[in-house]
Every structure is written in C-alpha cells, then in structure tokens.
C-alpha cells in the first residue's frame, strides 16, 4: 500500500486538493454506482473516515467530483488498477471484470471535457524575464556582446524549465541587479561625451625633461627657459596627417627685441616663434606641420637670453626670460572622424542642433522605447521619460549623458523586465482575447529566440499581418535556421534532456581518469548539434530515439570506439547498422548524468526515461528506504544487476523499482560516462528486462524499438514543449490543444517543425484568457 500512498502523497503536493465542481445528477449518480463502491471494497481501510494515508479520504470524496480536472491523479489511479499494482498484492483484489469496468469508466470520464464548446487558452502569470532571456535581450537591443545578468541569482524551476511565470519573483536583490546591470548597459553602449575631432593631446610643463635645471625649469604649471637652454619630451604619432601645434607662452620682455623660442620636431622640422606676449596676456603660437606616424622628438629652445643690468639707456636693462604653459598637438586635421561605436549610433544616431535637444530626445527614446518594451509606446509614455533628460540637461550634463538617465529608466521599467500582455478595456462577456500582433511577436520570438522580436517580427506586427497562419509558419521556418535559435537547444533542449547540467557531473577520477573537461563539453557539444540537426533538419521526432548519425569530435569519437575522426572540430558520423549508439538515450551527455560517481545506476536512467522521455515521472521513494550497499564484500557479492534484484525483493521498494530497473538495465553495457564495456566488475552483463506489459527485450536497441511503438513519447514532447512555449504548467484543458498537435504531426510524419508551427498555431499560444475569468 505503501506505492499508493506515496502516490497520492506526491499528487496532493502539485495539485493542492481535488478538484469538485458542480456536475450533472447523471454524472454523479455514475459516480456512485461505478467508481463509489469499488474504492469503498478495495481502498476505504487506508483511505476512509478512520484512516487517511497520505491525507487521502477516498471515503468522503465529493460525489460530484470532476474526473477531467485531475487528469494526472486519475489517469495514474487508472493505470495502477490496469496493471495490477493498486490493491497492492498483500491487499484484497478486484476480479478481471471489476478492473475492467473501472478502467474504462475513468477512461470515459477523462475524455468527456468538450474541446468543441470554446477555446481554453489558460491563464499565463505576468512573468519576468529569466537570466538568460535577460541577456539575449540586451545583446539584441544594444549590440553589445557581453552578458550582464552572469552575477544574476538563479532563477527557479517549475515544471522542468526557468521560463514558467509562477516562479519567477522578483526578489529585492534582483531588484538591485537590475538598477546595476542597466547602468553597465549604458554606459557600454553609449558614449556620455563625444570625443573631440580632430584629436587634442595637451602636454604639460611638468612632462617635459631638461638637461639643467639652471637654465629650464619647471615651475608650478609654467616652464620657464632662464638661460638659453632647452626641454624635450617625446611624442608618439599615431597616423601620418596634417597637424598643427599650439603653444601657449608669453615672455619676461628685456632688451631690444622679443624673447624667440625655437620648436623643433624630429630632425626635419625647425620653426622659430617670436613671443611678443607677456605675463598678464599669454598667447597661442601656432605652427601647421605635417608628420608621419611614429614616435617624435618635440623640442622647445629658448634662442636670445638677455640679461643687462648697466645699460646706459635705462629701458634697455632687465632680464629677459621665456615661459611656456603647455603644448598642444591637433590632428590629424586631413582624416576623418573615426566612426562612433555601432552600440551608440544604433540608439543615439546623430547630435541635435542647438535648442532642439528635447524634440531629438523624443525620436531617440520613441524608438528605443517600442524595441525595449515590445509594443508601440504611448506619447505620455515617452514624454515621462523625456522629462527626465530635461532635468539632466538642466544639470549641466550633456545631451548624450542626459539620455543615459533616461535609457537606465527604460530599461529598469516593470515594461522592460516583465512580459506584459497588457487587457484592453471593456471586454464585458468574453472570457478571452486574441493576442494582438506585437505580444504574438514576443511569445514566438522567447519561445524560438529567448529574445526580443527582431526588425522583421516587428514589421509584419506593425503591417498586422503576423497573425496570419501562413505568414506564422514562414517565420517559424526562417526562425529555426537563424543562429540565434541555438538559443532554443540550450534552453528547451538543454533542460528536457538536462544536458545542460552536464557541469555539475563529478565521475571519479580514479574510476575513470579518461574523463576530463574535455570530453565533457564534447558531450554537450554533441547532444547540441544532434538536436540542432533534427530542428533545423526538420527530421522526425522518432530519431531523438532511434539515428543513424550522431557528432563527434576526436577525443568523443576515441570514447565511443569510432575510427577515422580527428582533431577537435565536430563531424557528422554515420553510424553502422550494427552500432548500438544512435538517439539521445546512447548519447554520453544523458549515461553521464544518469550514472553514480563510481558505477552506473539503472534506477537513475530508468527513472530519467521515465520522467523526460515517457512523460511518466514515478513517485519519489518512501522515506527510509536503506541505500544500496557499496562496500567491498556488497561489491564483490555479484553484479550491479543481481544487487539490485536483492533490493527489489523489499515490498516498500518493488512497485517503483519493476517500471525503471529493467528499463535502466538495457543501458547497462554503457558504463557511468557512457562507454560501451562486456563486464560489470568482472561480472557478465545481462541487458535483458521485461516492460509491465509483459513485452521483452534484450538491450538498448530493443527497449528503444519498444519505445518507438509507443504514442507516448511524442505526447510527453508535445506536453513538454507546449509548457516551455506558454511559460506555464498544462491543464486538464490542454488536452484539446495536445490532441490537436498530435494530428498535425501524425499528418506530416512527426516532423520536427510540424510541431513548432501547430504550437504556435494553437489556441493557447494565441489566445490570452481575461482576467478575472477562471476556467
């Protein structure tokens, strides 16, 4: 009874409580007479008025409950019942007939939810973007090519993905990474001031360097020349042009004519300047030079020292001395301006004439604004953000720093950050609404993209055309062959087949010393290029179980066993008839994480299929159940499989471990990083197992034909894919639309983006429930 318990234990958690709505008096009088007594004979001792296990009270259950609502509970109930497993064996058991009975009216219930009385699109929670939509979003939008939500806290996991809304919160400090991150943004992205053309480098007098201090001097920020002497520093020319100097000096003014300083550049250019000016009115002496590129000796020579003090003509005594403030070197004046980084020009395209700050502000930050939020933008929208670029300017601050305050507030915006999908008002009657072109443009591009929509999207949004089906299905198309649909394999693909956590993965060392960083990310690299090929490829489902080809590098294709690869890039490997690789379930990536660090594990792999590839997670195990033993004696008391057999032989652990050990056992030739081995410690491997329909196979290829037999794989990848698209978990409603893909990929040979296209089709995917209107 144990395996019930848990079950229910386990279904009570995700589900809160059962369901109960008001049904007809037909529907509940079935109830009574065909489901009512069989629990009252067969479940009522653990789960009645005296006893709830698992806080079950089948005794007491509404008689009017509704089946369809809670789908996963019944149709788990159901298949106990079918197989056998619930009663338990120790328990009394129903007759042939009474399981038939039952399974079938639950069976009918199920199926009685009427996908032809409206569309049921569900409620999708108002969710921010995750870590990694959040980065592809700024790289979109900005240009720039780095990730700045890396130091971003993880985001939590619902339904086997980051992207469902339920989970994602917003905690204070995210809150505080946001405001961070968008300063790093744009201050990245954009230039606060813009650089001086032509180029101004101002030299000192403190930079440069004199033989005698006697003679040149520094003094404060002035150099004075006292003596004929001379200073040097060395320039360096970075491109070859026109250039001109500008010295700033003046002069101590004695004798009969004006203090001369000689400018001499390199070895070639000698200029001599008669500095008239003095003290309290400086000047600027300009030479127009051209130079090549490199370095360059600047000189500065004071040529006429005069120091008389016994003149007979009074005015021809005095000392005359030479001061310099600082040399300028402009240029190159012949070249153009470098251009602004693309980042900046993409968002602040040019510089607004004088006066007409605010009005530029306006075009700027409009446009900006309807990329970053994903739909048009109202102009009270924009003139509250224009505001704040007014209050910069009236700071003092440039006209490119003022819009970097206004861009920080953008994109810290809840419009930004969330993905909204905003009610229109008065929709009195309806329960919902068709999205409008620009929040369909989002949903398509996060779900292929985990991005912003591009140029495109937004095109066919503003023409309103992207709600045609035909129009959907060609961008679909176009979507998948772009690069940045990568971002749908590490994303959906990464979490369904959890490659993605391959880093987290520690086989021993001394167990396999062959395992390295290396081959770690050739595992992943593989798992990415196989899915990629089957996206992009348009393949059919089916060969995620079963391919004739896989991707490999030298160091994978030296663990696999395949001859002929070399180097380090990846190649498409045809894969022999007789190979017993082919499909995800043979791949490194998935026998790595589903493996121990020292040994492989049957029940980790059967339980991975199970829940990732079945759609049939089993309940966790009870509490208390002991380990199976690892020491010497244990070890060398026979192989993985017969310990395992012993394991099993306990009643708490048999129900559970009869559906995923013999599963797992079909894998056993690959050992815990996935290479093929004959023995288990010296033991023969038996890859044998018996489904609990009684169907046998012999090894991994069998199972694997078995499992192609089978509808439920593909509806487990519908179910699986149509959460991660909708960013929510299914309902009892969903069926309908998972019906309905289900037909479209039966009509065009379970093609990959047969799938995407019906997903994107669907009602859910299109339609928005209203708020206030629960299903």
Request: hydrophobic share 35%.
């Amino acid at each position: 009874m144990e395996r019930c318990l848990v079950i229910a234990a386990t279904l009570l958690t995700s589900l809160g409580v059962l369901a109960s709505d008001p049904v007809s008096g037909a529907e509940a009088s079935a109830f009574q007479e065909e489901l009512a007594p069989f629990l009252g004979e067969y479940c009522h001792g653990c789960h009645g008025s005296e006893k709830q296990k698992a806080e079950i009270d089948f005794e007491n259950m509404p008689i009017d409950t509704v089946i369809y609502k809670d789908r996963p509970f019944w149709e788990l109930a159901r298949d106990l019942i079918s197989e056998g497993e619930m009663p338990p064996s120790k328990s009394q058991q129903p007759s042939p007939e009474e399981r038939a009975d039952v399974v079938h009216w639950i069976n009918q219930e199920l199926l009685r939810f009427d996908c032809s009385s409206g569309a049921k699109p569900g409620r999708v929670t108002i969710r921010r973007m995750n870590s990694a939509e959040y980065g592809n979003t700024i790289r979109d939008l900005t240009g720039l090519d780095f990730n700045p939500a890396e130091d971003f806290p993880l985001d939590e996991v619902g339904y086997g993905f980051d992207n469902i809304g339920d989970v994602l919160s917003l905690s204070p400090i995210l809150m505080e990474k946001y405001l961070n991150a968008a300063e790093l943004v744009v201050t990245n992205a954009t230039l606060a001031e813009i650089p001086a053309w032509p180029p101004v480098f101002r030299y000192q007098a403190e930079q440069f360097s004199s033989p005698s201090e006697d003679e040149v001097r520094s003094e404060g920020s002035v150099m004075g020349f006292f003596r004929e002497g001379f200073a040097w520093k060395t320039l360096n020319v970075a491109e070859a042009g026109e250039f001109r100097f500008l010295i700033r000096a003046y002069g101590q003014q004695a004798g009969p004519e004006h203090a001369k300083l000689e400018v001499k550049l390199g070895d070639q250019e000698k200029h001599t300047i008669r500095v008239d000016a003095t003290d309290d009115e400086p000047k600027l002496y300009a030479i127009n030079v051209r130079l090549d590129a490199g370095p360059l000796r600047l000189s500065l020579a004071y040529l006429n020292n005069y120091n008389v003090q016994d003149h007979p003509v009074a005015e021809l005594n005095g000392d005359r001395n030479l001061f310099v403030d600082f040399v300028e070197m402009h240029g190159p004046l012949n070249l153009e301006p470098p251009p602004l980084p693309v980042t900046h020009t993409r968002i602040i395209p040019g510089r607004p004439d004088a006066g007409s700050e605010l009005v530029y502000a306006k075009t700027i930050l409009g446009t900006f604004m309807k990329r970053a939020w994903r739909r048009p933008v109202a102009q009270n929208e924009v003139d509250r953000v224009v505001s704040l670029v007014e209050i910069a300017l009236e700071k003092s601050m440039s006209f490119e720093a003022s819009i970097q305050v206004a861009l920080q507030a953008v994109l810290t915006s809840p419009h930004f950050l969330f993905r909204w999908e905003l009610d229109p008002p008065h929709q009195d009657g309806k329960t919902d609404r068709q999205l409008n072109d620009y929040e369909l443009a989002s949903r398509l591009s996060y779900f292929l993209w985990s991005s912003m929509p591009d140029t495109e999207l937004f095109s066919l949004a503003d023409d309103g055309q992207l709600r045609n089906s035909e129009v959907l299905e060609r961008q679909v198309e176009r979507m998948v062959q772009d690069p940045k649909s990568d971002a749908f394999i590490t994303n959906f693909a990464g979490q369904w087949l959890q490659f993605r956590d391959l880093d987290t993965v520690t086989p021993d060392p001394s167990r396999f010393p062959g395992f390295g960083q290396g081959l770690r990310e050739a595992m992943q690299r593989e798992s990415e290029l196989f899915f990629g090929e089957i996206m992009r490829g348009n393949r059919g489902l089916i060969d995620f179980l079963e391919a004739d080809f896989t991707y490999a590098n030298e160091i994978l294709a030296s663990h696999y066993g395949i001859e002929g690869i070399q180097g380090r890039a990846f190649q498409r490997v045809q894969l022999p008839v007789d190979s017993q690789r082919g499909g995800v379930l043979t791949q490194g990536s998935v026998l790595t994480l589903t493996s121990n660090p020292t040994r492989t594990s049957p029940v980790l792999r059967g339980k991975w299929i199970l829940e990732q590839i079945l759609g049939t997670p089993p309940p966790p195990p009870p509490p208390d159940v002991p380990l199976l033993p690892e020491n010497d004696d244990s070890v060398l008391s026979g192989s993985l499989r017969e310990r395992l057999e012993k394991h099993r032989l306990k009643p708490e652990c048999a129900n559970c471990h009869d559906k995923m050990d013999p599963i797992g056992f079909a894998f056993e030739n690959f050992n815990a990083v996935g290479a093929w081995r004959d023995l288990d410690e010296g033991f023969a491997i038996d890859p044998s197992g018996t489904l609990p329909d009684g169907t046998k196979f012999n090894g991994p290829k069998e199972l694997i034909k078995e499992l192609m037999n089978q509808n439920t794989f593909v509806y487990s990848l519908i179910e699986k894919m149509l959460t991660y698209a909708l960013g929510r978990g299914l309902e009892y409603y969903d069926k309908c639309a998972v019906d309905e893909i289900y037909v479209h990929l039966r009509e065009d040979h379970l093609r990959f983006q047969t799938l995407l296209k019906a997903i994107v089709l669907s009602k859910p995917f299109q339609l928005r429930q209203l708020e206030g209107n629960d299903l």
